[in-house]
C-alpha cells in the first residue's frame, strides 16, 4: 500500500500527546467511543478550543493531524 | 431555674453571595482508595470538595475520574488549577473546568517555585484579573503577604487563600500575624488554604478570624482520615467559636482565680 493509499484511509490525530490513527472520516463522537470514554465524563478541547456542545461531538468530523485534548476531573487538592 | 438560650454556633458564611454550610473545605487528592476518601470527606461535614482536572488515560488503565466515586450532587465542586506554571496554563484549566458545567468557581494557582509550591504572584494576579473579566468565581491561592492579597482582591478574586504552610508541609500556621493582618485588611473572605497538619492547627488558624480552612494532606495522610476529618471538622467550629467568643488577654504574670481572701489563719 502506498503512501498516498494511506492516507486517504486514515488520519493520525495527537490525542492527550499520543499519535493515534483513526480511520478517515472519524468524529469525534467516534473517537470517544474507542475509548469507552462517556462524553458526559468528559471535557473536550480540539486544536485549542474547548467543544461546550457535547450533542455536537458526533457531527464533529476530525482532521489529519489535529490535536485533542480530553480531560476530566481527578482527585486534588 | 431557667437555662439561658446556647449562644448560636456561628455567624452566615457565604462567598460572592453564595452561602455556604461548612467552613471547613477538603481535597479529595493522594488517599489510599476512593472509599476512605469518601468516608473522610462525609466525616469532614465539608460542602465545597476540590479536584483537579487531568488528561483521562486513553487505554482505560487508571478509572480514575473522580465523578464515578463522588456524586456532584452533595458537593459544591470548586476545580483547581494545581500543577499550572504560568497565568496562560492555569487560565487554560479553568477553561476546561468550567466547562464540564457544574460551576464558574475555580480555586485558582499559579505555581512559582516546584520546590515550596510558593505561588507565582505575578502570574496570579493577571490570571486573577483575566478569569474575573470572563466571570469565573476565583479564589486565589496565595501566600501570607498582605500586599499581594490586596492586589488580588483588587483583580477580582471573590476569596483569597493565604497559605498556612507550604502545601502538603504539614506544619501548621507559621505566621498568625501575617493571616490576622490579611483578615483584618480585606473585604473578601479569607480562607486559609494549605499546611495544616492537625486538629490545634486548624483550631489556631480559625482563631485569627479567618473564614475557613481549605486542606487536603492532613486528612488524606492521616493514619485513619475519616477520623482526623472528624477531629478537623470540631476543631474548626472550636476555633471559630473562641474567636466569636473573644479570648481573655494575655499576661506575664499569674492572677488568682480563686479569692486571696478568706483564707484561714
Redesign the interface.
Given at each position: 500500500m502506498t503512501h498516498a493509499a494511506v492516507r486517504q484511509t486514515e488520519i493520525t490525530l495527537t490525542?492527550?500527546?499520543?499519535r493515534?490513527a483513526r480511520p478517515a472520516g472519524s468524529t469525534l463522537g467516534d473517537l470517544l467511543r474507542a475509548?469507552?470514554?462517556d462524553s458526559r465524563?468528559?471535557?473536550v478541547?480540539y486544536n485549542r478550543q474547548?467543544?461546550?456542545d457535547r450533542a455536537a461531538y458526533d457531527s464533529l468530523e476530525l482532521a489529519d493531524g489535529g490535536s485533542v485534548?480530553?480531560?476530566?476531573?481527578?482527585?486534588?487538592? | 431555674m431557667a437555662t439561658a438560650a446556647l449562644p448560636s454556633l456561628d455567624t452566615q458564611f457565604a462567598i460572592a453571595g453564595r452561602e455556604f454550610r461548612s467552613r471547613l473545605m477538603v481535597?479529595?487528592?493522594?488517599?489510599a482508595s476512593n472509599e476512605e476518601?469518601l468516608s473522610a470527606i462525609e466525616a469532614s461535614g465539608a460542602e465545597v470538595v476540590?479536584?483537579?482536572?487531568?488528561?483521562?488515560s486513553?487505554?482505560?488503565s487508571r478509572d480514575?475520574?473522580?465523578?464515578?466515586h463522588l456524586d456532584p450532587s452533595q458537593f459544591f465542586?470548586l476545580?483547581?488549577t494545581?500543577g499550572c506554571y504560568s497565568a496562560s496554563e492555569a487560565t487554560r484549566y479553568a477553561?476546561?473546568?468550567r466547562?464540564?458545567g457544574f460551576n464558574e468557581w475555580i480555586k485558582l494557582e499559579v505555581i512559582g517555585d516546584k520546590e515550596t509550591l510558593l505561588p507565582d504572584v505575578a502570574g496570579l494576579i493577571d490570571a486573577t484579573r483575566e478569569l474575573a473579566a470572563e466571570g469565573f468565581k476565583v479564589m486565589a491561592y496565595t501566600n501570607d503577604d498582605l500586599v499581594s492579597a490586596l492586589r488580588l482582591e483588587d483583580a477580582g478574586a471573590v476569596a483569597v487563600m493565604p497559605l498556612a504552610s507550604p502545601?502538603?508541609s504539614g506544619l501548621g500556621l507559621l505566621n498568625p500575624f501575617s493571616i490576622r493582618t490579611i483578615k483584618h485588611r480585606l473585604s473578601v473572605p479569607v480562607i486559609v488554604d494549605?499546611g495544616v497538619g492537625t486538629a490545634s492547627d486548624a483550631c489556631v488558624t480559625m482563631e485569627q478570624g479567618v473564614d475557613g480552612i481549605?486542606?487536603?494532606?492532613a486528612l488524606a495522610a492521616a493514619r485513619d482520615p475519616a477520623r482526623m476529618a472528624t477531629a478537623m471538622r470540631l476543631a474548626v467550629e472550636a476555633g471559630r467559636l473562641a474567636f466569636l467568643a473573644g479570648r481573655m488577654p494575655m499576661r506575664e504574670v499569674a492572677v488568682p482565680s480563686s479569692p486571696t481572701t478568706g483564707m484561714l489563719e
Open positions: 490525542v492527550n500527546g499520543e493515534l475509548h469507552s470514554l465524563m468528559v471535557v478541547e474547548i467543544l461546550r485534548e480530553i480531560v476530566h476531573f481527578v482527585g486534588g487538592g | 481535597g479529595t487528592g493522594k488517599y476518601m476540590t479536584v483537579a482536572v487531568r488528561r483521562v486513553l487505554d482505560r480514575d475520574g473522580i465523578l464515578y465542586l476545580s483547581n494545581a477553561r476546561l473546568a466547562a464540564a502545601i502538603g494549605a481549605l486542606m487536603n494532606t
